[in-house]
């Protein structure tokens, strides 16, 4: 389990930072950054509880990140050049948390716990 910690924390780190720098320096929709880069203020809220191994964050946070999913598609279906490419990572770690996050809250319910 603590594997899958570490994959959903990093992925979730991962898809912080890309949308920082994704709508401020990288590709941004309007040149000098936009408040686009707000998009990334929700993903602050499970990080604790993912970092910490809270099992109720591991429960929510997998549909919170279907929101970075939905968006990831759609740019990487609309956009073009290096934003498209952005998106397809935004995707690839949307993915990668989701299951990652929903594997551990599974693996770490009480009734599989030994015992």
């Known amino acids: 389990m603590k594997t899958l910690q570490a994959i959903a924390s990093a992925?979730?780190?991962?898809?912080?930072?890309l949308c920082l720098a994704w709508e401020l320096w990288l590709a941004p929709?309007?040149?000098g950054g936009s408040l686009l880069v707000l998009k990334t203020l929700p993903l602050l809220l499970p990080l604790m509880g993912i970092l910490k191994g809270r099992r109720y964050t591991y429960q929510w946070a997998p549909m919170l990140v279907l929101a970075y999913f939905t968006e990831g598609v759609a740019r990487a279906w609309s956009d073009k050049g290096l934003s498209a490419w952005l998106a397809g990572a935004e995707?690839?770690?949307?993915?990668?948390?989701?299951?990652?996050?929903?594997?551990?809250?599974?693996?770490?319910?009480?009734?599989?716990?030994?015992?």
Do not use: C, D, T
């Not at 992925?11 to 930072?17: G, K, N, R």
């Not at 995707?91 to 030994?114: G, M, N």
């Open 29 to 31: 929709i309007r040149p």
């Open 11 to 17: 992925s979730l780190i991962a898809l912080i930072f």
């Open 91 to 115: 995707v690839a770690l949307s993915v990668v948390f989701f299951l990652a996050a929903i594997f551990y809250a599974k693996l770490s319910a009480p009734s599989r716990q030994p015992g």
